[in-house]
Structure formats: C-alpha cells, structure tokens
C-alpha cells in the first residue's frame, strides 16, 4: 500500500548517546563543544546513576549552522571529548531512517498496529521485510506492500532455517529487529549476533510469568492486574532489559479468553510505544536495564 | 481485504436487555422464567438504580434446548413478563451480525484499529461502508476491500449532503454508525434520527476540552493527565451519554504535537472498546448516562 | 483518641455470601425465598465460573419488614434453600461490629492510614488492640487510645510468643487481623488456625517479587511500573487469595529508596482497600482465588 | 505528638530553580560556574520551551567542598551568571526548614494524611499551626501537638477574619499553606499576597468540574473516571498552575456517595505529592503553567 501521508519530514539534525563513569565537568564538556561550535541544542538529558557512578546523556542538535562537517562530527566529538572520558557513545543523524524486520506467528494485532503506524507515516523508519514460521499474514503483509519470507522452524531444521533468516536481515540490510508475538525462541547464536537489536513482546508483567501461557498463568494465580512488557532480547528468555511495560485492571470475572482480549491492546500499544523510542534513539543499556530518555 | 481469520462462530444465544421501575420480585420473574423454559443462562447482570428508582437487566442464554422458539420469544417474553413491570427492553440474538457505518475524515489511527479487528474476526459485525468528508482514506478502504463514499461538505450543502448520507445508511442496511475521527458536526436532524445509534470518540476527557482543538487546551490549561472519550451522539455537541474513557500521563514537556501523538493511542483503543460493548449489547442508555455491562 | 465523627449508623441489614455447584435455577430460588418474605433487596451480585461450575452469590436486604425474624433467617434459609443446593453459605448482619487486630512492626504509614479511616468513623469496625514485635508504634497507639502489645520475636522464642498473640486475639475477641507490614513470618500453625482471617499487604505486583525486599529486587530487574497486592495469608508465603493490586510507573531515575517511598503511597491505599471489601463482606474465597464483589 | 522518627537528615545542600529567555551556552554556563567551584552536582534537570522561548533548569549540589561560602553564592551566581541572562532565579538551602500552615474545614482524610506524613518524619518541614473556620479538627490537632485557630467566617466577617488569619501566618513565620481541603474560598486580596504559596487540592479533574459540588455534577454528567487536581491558588477559583493531578475509575454503579469515597483517596494523596514537589523546590510557575522536575 502506497503511503497515505509521506513520512514527516526530519529536519536534518545529529542525536548523540552516551555513558560513561561519572565525573564532574561532564555536562559542562559537551554543551561547550557544541556551543562553541554553534549547536543549536533542540534537546538535552541527562541522567547520573549515583550507585553505578555511571553518567548518561542524549542530547539532539541541529545541523545547520552546525560548525563541523557531518562527516567529522564523530571524528572530532571522538578526539576531543569522549576519549577523555571514557565515553561509550553513539552518533546519529535523523536523515538516516533505519531498517526494521518484522518477525511474526499467527497473531495480526502487533502486526496492524506496527504497519497503520508505518503507513500513516508516524515513524522514521523502513520495513521492508516480514519474516514468519507461519503463512497466515502473507496475506496482510501483500496488502501492505511488503516483502513476507515464511520460514517454518522445526526442532531439526531450527540451526539452517534460522542461518536463512540472518542471511534476509543481511540481504535487506536491516538494522533491527522486532518480534511481534512471535512465538519461537531465538537461538543464543541468533540473538547474540544482534546486541539491543531485537525488540520482543512478552504478554505479561516481567518477571511475573515469564515464559509460556502467562494468561493462564496470570488466570490461575487470580491476579487483579495483567501487563505487557516490551524489552530487548537477550539469550535469557523473556530476562532482557525492559523498555516499556503497561497493565490493565482484571476481576474473578475474566476468563483466559478475556484476558487474552484484553492483552491484545496492552501487547500492541506496548511494543509499538518500545519501536518509538528505539527510532526516536531515545535508549541506552547498561547492566540489563534502559535508560529511556524522555 | 479477505478475513484473516473468520469471524469466531458465534453460538446460538439470546440477549435481554431491559430497564424498567424498580419493584420487588422482577429478577425472580425474569430468572423463573428463562428456567422454566429450560435456559441455559451463560451470563446474567442487574443493577438498581436507587435515586433514580430504575432497575437495569442484562441476561444472555442458549437458544439450544429453550422451550420457546426464537421467533416466539419476544411475544411470550412481552406478554408474559415485561408488561407486567411496564420494562423498555429489547431482544437481540448472537446470530444476526449488525452492520456499521465508519464515518472518517483525513486522520488514519482510528479507521486502521477498527478495520484490523474486523479483518481479524474479533468482532461480529459487517462493515460495508465508509463515508468521508475528504477523499484521503480511500485507499485505506480499497485495500479493506470495503466501498468508499466521498461526499465533501460545506454550509451551504451540508443538508443534501447529509441527505445523501442517510441513503446510503439505508441503501446499506446500516445497523449503527461509528465516527472515527469525523471532523464534521453532525446536524440535529441527522442525529435526532439514529438515538443511540452514532458512536463519537472525542479526543479528550469530557466534560473537559469540549468542541474544537481539545489538545491545544489542554496543553494551554497546563493539565498533567490527558484523556479521550467514547459517547454516542446526541444533538448536545459533546453531551451525549458517555460510554468509555481513558487517561494517560502528560507533562510540562509535552508539547501540543506530542499530546496529539500520546492521544491517537487513546483514541483508537478507547472508540474500539465502545464499539466492542455496543456489539455486545451490553450498553444501556438511561437519562443521558449509559449503564455499562459486564 | 475519640472519634472525630461517629461510624455511620448501619441501617438493619442482613448480608449473604454463597457459592455452590452452578445448577439452574438457583437466582430464582434465593430471589424468590428474599420476595416471598418481603424482603427489600439492597444489592445482588452474582458470577458464575463457567470453567469451575461454581455460583457464587452475594444479596444484601434491609430487615425491616422482613418476614422472616433475624434469629431465625439461617435456620429457614439453610433449610429451604442452602441445603437443596449445596451451598456453602454464610449470614452477616449489618449490625454486628466485626473487631480487627493490627499487626505492625516499625513502619507507621499503613498503621496511620487505618487508624486515620478509623477515627474519621469511615468504617464499621472495632480495633481494640496493636500487636508488635516492636515498640517504635506504641505512641501512635496510645494517641489513638488502643492497647499495644510488644511481643518481641526471635527464632528461639518464636512457638511461646506466637502462643502469646493467639491468646490475646481470644481476650480481645478478634474477628480476623490484618498485618499492616508487619515484618515477620507467621508460622503455619498461626496461620492455619485463621483461614481467610489475615489480611496481609506485601510491597510488590505479587507474584512478581515475592519474598523479602521487592524493591531491591524490582531495581536490580529495571521495571517500569512497581505495584503492591493486598491478600489473605496462607501458610505458603505470598501465595495466599489476591484481594486487591495497584501499580504506579517508575523508571530509570528511581532508586531503591525513591521506589520504596512511591511505594508506600500504593501500600496503605491497596491495604484499606481490601479492609474495606472484607468488612463489607464483599470477598468470597475458591480455590486460593477471591471473588470481589462490587 | 512526638516524632516517631526524626526528621531525615538533611545533607548541606544548595537548590537552584530558574528561568530565563532561551539561550545557546546556559547550561555550559551554570554547569561550569559548579565546576569551576569544585561542587558535586546531585541532580540537574532543564526544560527547553521552544514555543515560548523559554529555559527552566533545576540544579542541586553538596556545599561541602563547595568553593564559595554559603552565604556568597547568590551574590556570586547573580553578578557571574544570572544577570547575564536575564535569569528570573532563586537560591535554597536543604539545612532550612519550611513552615508550613494548613487550613482545613470539617473533613479530616487529608489532615490526616499531612499529619502521618510529617510524624513520620517523611518531610523536612514544620508545620506550628492548623487554621479552620469549623471547630470539628482540634482534636487530631491536639492529639499531633500542633496549634489550632478557629476563625469561623461568615460574608460580613470575612475581610476582617482573614485579616486575622494573615497575622497568624506572619506570628507563626509561615512560607507556605496548604488547603486541605478548606471549604472557603479565600478573597482576591488575600491570594494576591501569597502568589505560588498557596496549594490547593479540588475534588475533580481540572478544567472539569470546577466549582461546587464536583462529585455532584460528576454522578450527573455520568463519567467514567473522576479525579484530583492540586494547583497553586490564584485569584481566579480552580484556575491556578496545576501541580498533581490523578485518577481512578467509576461506573454506573457508583453513587455520589461512593464516589466522594472513591475520591478522597485521590484527593489525599495528589495533594501530599504536590506537597512534597513544593518542598523539595522542584516546581516552577511560568504562565499560569508549571514545571515539575524529576
């Protein structure tokens, strides 16, 4: 499906992530190379773990007027600032949009949510591929224009079919990727190969019912509350660093049934707000937790 | 657009719902006689207004076994229970699929959610038509595979137009109507013929923001919490009996374009979940305020 | 301290909670029994579990002009109508003053929000005794004019202390007890001797967290939202039936020390509001799951 | 009443709150100025209101080690730096304790509330007196130790009666007040002399419901949500700079009643969160909007 509205216009702008051990003179540091250099700031913040000692910061300018060629902004920032505080940082530009795969099952309601997002042209962001264990959305994924790969994954198969899959993120050269309700488990060898590239949904509160049939599971336990949460994958199932959780209220009245009705909103709007901001570069990791910049 | 799945089989059921004076004895009336007629009652609901001295009734059962055939029921029901406490009732059966009417404009959120749950067989509901005062959402309506009708409006044509409007409702053999972001104020004579029959989302916490541009008030006002509701229309602009609402946290960081952002998220699962419980028949319009079922 | 207003005046009602295997016929039957001896119906709710088979019922009547004298109900409902359906079943009475021990430690904030509901008269209760295994509470007892009682623990003396609590609820005439974080684990056979009689709160969204220090925990785990859950203690350690669960949001700013003051706010509300529902005889217990009436 | 705990210590910290006209270079400034004088910053958050052009920032740092003598700062911080940006700024010192007024009428939840708080040593504030037109709170007043005046106020006393008020917040030496839930509204003259000093709590979601009888006019408008709002009081009724606001669900079962139960919950503790916003200096008023830092 053609786009109904061109995605929004990004004004040409440098993100810059970052941590490091804290110490004084940071934030100092940084405005004042980018002052000095005629920044115009449009966004900054920062925030020190005192226990960890660890400081973080986003800080988003834009390039006009912007005194360093883009292309040595990383070399310069690099030499001059970061190396003196043993930064591990990250560079972005908001004319680059990035490339996202979309891993699905049997489930629709992730899947609609992400691609009306992608088609109302709310995100930075290009999909140019769906990948599935199941046939069942070749025919959403048609409507909406986009490439769908079903690979089936039995236990035997599992090692070559998921070589198939990584040779597609690399053919499409995709930049992350995001399960929306698949339901099968990576490989420790898949999921370590992309480091906070993975955004995953799981259909509870983490770490309350981790793993399989958490309504049921939620269903058994009685609880009057139910959740979703969105967080990176890591080779420990469903133990990734959380980026987004909600919940919604429940009674003796629900049922399994109801309950997965009532998730199917919690999971989309979850997952998606997590898509947010990983485009909006608005995440940092550190020790299994997120950042997440406002 | 095909079904991704098809809509889930709906058993054979019946649903009563009824308001009538409060008096002693009518649950037992009504339960008494569903039993003797060998219901099988799947859920049943009441509640008493006591200021109002109004009682409300909610009861589905199985139509498998019942002694009375289907299309004998409403008479038996009629005479032998509901004259007798003088109830405003109605009989629906879980076989006959209504049909809705979406009403858009040029924003996409509210028609893809819609439109997703549909294609998914979440709901039991035909949706044959879309009428829009602008013609961007005609693509969206192609690739759903549902008729598109573009019937622009300004004052001076607004009354043939709505003419027009209300053949094609008829032409359709619409059941009710749902405004997804409809940017245009319905005319008394339009409203005042569908009671109860148009769903509104507007995209604020009513009584707070009503009439136009509720973000940019709400971002003016300074308010910490925003929120959408779902209403069915009445001829009162933003009056009518108020049918879900929902909030979400804001702050002084937010900006009138995130509130819009923040509020598209509210908007679609707030409308969504309206038109889930008018599907359900559980809605019950009493004075302007509506009794929402279980 | 005396009251600062007197508990509202309890109109004469009589209150009955059942649940039984589900069979037909049996709203028809209490309604009925409730009609015949002219009783004016208050509030009925009932639920029913399909997947159990379980009816679960609550119905509240003013006794006034009730047919029936109050000493007599139980005899002639047992008889007529429990029996025949094998209801497990009990009879309150508006009138009848339940009488509440508070367990504390050194926390004072679930303590102050009880006993501030308790002066303001907001409930129908007697808290005539404070037992601690600390005595950092004893002033804001003797403020509130309620008897203290330190009954220091320790591993060795635990049997003969525990003995010593029994014996004071005996004294005092105790209803049930509510643990308003009091930071010590009682003994199965405490707990076994007050089935669905301790009310406990415990600091996390159960069962994420259980056991000691939740808010460590959810730090180190990097959740977005903490919650508490209010629930009847069993002899399995934050496992007992939920009453009731709230959550607030959090991020990566907190601390354990800011969760734990966020926290606190979510303890004493989730705390009393499950007093609340127990008093109101509003809780029915199956299978270590709660049925909450409205 | 004694503490129950003291107070917790304060380090010797120095708090900055300011605004000014945006500017390249203000945080570089402010920042350096701290290095520059060997402080150890604690926290540090600024807002950038790019409509109204606006800088907000909030800086706090241990004044151990801290180059300038306390008693210099603001001296040396306006001469180097906030006269150079036109910088509307204000300077203060964890070791200083506010004094704290509260006004109440008849309902105690709030009082209450306020009161656990500062026995429990949560807050680091005083507060010498508790003003009332009603006599019904002296005795929790007593009871905490705490001074009470009743000031009743009728339309021909009222300018004189709150004259009398004004002279007690100059002899008690108060910085601020608290309206916990005092059921009069002050004159005009009264609030022009104490701008952002006075924190109200309303019993309903501002802009909704302003005015009397919010839970009234709630029940009337049939809501599916009410709400608490805590605004710093100006000259107009309701329409001051929201602080806090909060939420909870209602339905149709819900009664005035039940909802004025429902809310005071909210009512207590959005107010206690304004409270301590105030008192930990993270709130800014600009335009009749605030800023509420982390």
Not at 118 to 136: F, K, L, M, Q, R
Request: aromatic share 10%; net charge neutral; with cysteine.
């Amino acid at each position: 499906m053609h786009r109904i509205r061109t995605t929004k216009t990004e004004t040409n702008r440098a993100i810059l992530l970052l941590h490091c051990p804290d110490k004084r003179g940071i934030v100092a540091s940084v405005t004042d190379f980018l002052n000095q250099n005629n920044a115009n700031i449009v966004s900054l913040d920062q925030h020190v773990d005192h226990e960890e000692k660890v400081f973080y910061m986003r800080v988003e300018w834009e390039l006009e007027d912007f005194g360093i060629p883009k292309e040595k902004i990383a070399e310069f920032f690099g030499t001059l600032i970061a190396d003196k505080y043993a930064m591990n940082w990250k560079l972005y530009f908001s004319t680059d949009k990035p490339r996202m795969a979309l891993f699905v099952s049997k489930m629709s309601h992730c899947l609609f949510d992400i691609l009306s997002r992608y088609t109302a042209g709310e995100w930075n962001v290009e999909i140019p591929v769906i990948i599935s264990n199941h046939p069942n959305m070749q025919p959403v994924a048609e409507r909406f224009g986009i490439d769908y790969h079903y690979i089936p994954i039995t236990k035997d198969n599992k090692a070559e079919q998921e070589a198939k899959e990584i040779e597609l993120l690399k053919e499409y050269e995709i930049d992350f990727s995001v399960l929306a309700r698949y339901m099968q488990v990576l490989s420790d060898d898949f999921v370590s190969r992309f480091p906070n590239k993975i955004i995953n949904i799981h259909h509870s509160f983490l770490p309350a019912f981790a793993g399989a049939k958490p309504y049921h599971a939620a269903h058994a336990r009685g609880v009057k509350i139910i959740g979703a949460t969105s967080h990176y994958v890591t080779s420990d199932l469903d133990e990734g660093p959380i980026i987004v959780q909600d919940v919604t209220q429940c009674s003796h009245i629900d049922t399994v049934e109801s309950l997965v009705r009532k998730g199917r909103d919690l999971e989309k709007i979850v997952l998606s707000k997590a898509i947010s901001k990983h485009l909006e570069r608005k995440l940092l990791v550190y020790k299994n937790r997120t950042v997440v910049f406002n």
